[in-house]
């Protein structure tokens, strides 16, 4: 009985560089849209700042806390989520992905702290998502805010030029799913 070859795994080969030139296309896009405009470089340049390390997040959290007991221990848990999501992405998936950072195509008007991990995911789009997808469920009425916020961090790493427009989009759908596996496998961790 003669052996069946196995027919090759097909890759496409071609995969990486689309995703290059579709995060040429929107770097180039944004470009021409937002950056060199100061209110739009202020906004974006603001909000990488308070992205770095959850910040933004954990006072939105700690202001949440402030309303009762229970919003409090609620603050302590979502802090303890958003560490876990970082400590996912910025010391597993980052370390196993070894993406370049993209090269800056202008001057940057604002100063803006250079990461040294690797490009793929982005742990604010990541973080941001995850922080949207919690903190929204405890403010509902502050839900459209939140998101807005959560937009505005994520992308705010394609206009000031340290992220690829697929690495925020990559950290967007990690900090989602991690936030709702956290609902799921933490039941209770937030009212």
């Known amino acids: 009985m003669a052996r ?16 290059d030139r579709f995060d040429d296309a929107v770097d180039a896009a944004w470009g021409r849209v937002f950056r060199g405009h100061p ?5 974006f340049y603001l909000a990488s700042e308070v992205g770095d390390f959850s910040v ?3 006072l939105i959290a700690a202001t949440q806390g402030l309303r009762s007991d229970e919003d409090a221990d ?6 303890l989520l958003i560490l876990g999501e970082s400590l996912l ?5 980052k370390r196993l992905v070894h993406r370049p950072r993209p090269t800056p195509t202008e001057p940057r008007p604002l100063h803006v702290r250079s990461p040294m991990t ?6 604010h789009a ?20 939140i998101y807005l916020l959560a937009g505005i961090v994520a992308t705010s790493r394609v206009h000031v030029q340290v992220h690829h427009a697929s690495d925020v989009i990559a950290g967007a759908a990690i ?10 496998c933490v039941p209770g961790a937030l009212p």
């Not at 209110?39 to 906004?43: E, G, K, P, S």
């Not at 919690?134 to 009425?141: A, D, G, N, Y």
């Open 175 to 184: 900090g989602t799913a991690y936030a709702r596996l956290a609902d799921r």
């Open 118 to 123: 690797s490009s793929f995911p982005s742990g």
């Open 126 to 145: 990541s973080s941001a998502m995850a922080a949207a997808h919690l903190l929204s469920k405890r403010s509902p009425r502050l839900r459209p805010a």
């Open 56 to 58: 933004l997040w954990l």
């Open 89 to 93: 992405v910025n010391q597993g998936i």
């Open 4 to 19: 069946r070859q196995r027919t090759p795994r097909r890759t496409d080969d071609n995969l990486p560089s689309a995703i």
């Open 74 to 79: 609620a603050s302590i848990r979502f802090s």
């Open 39 to 43: 209110v739009a470089d202020r906004i």
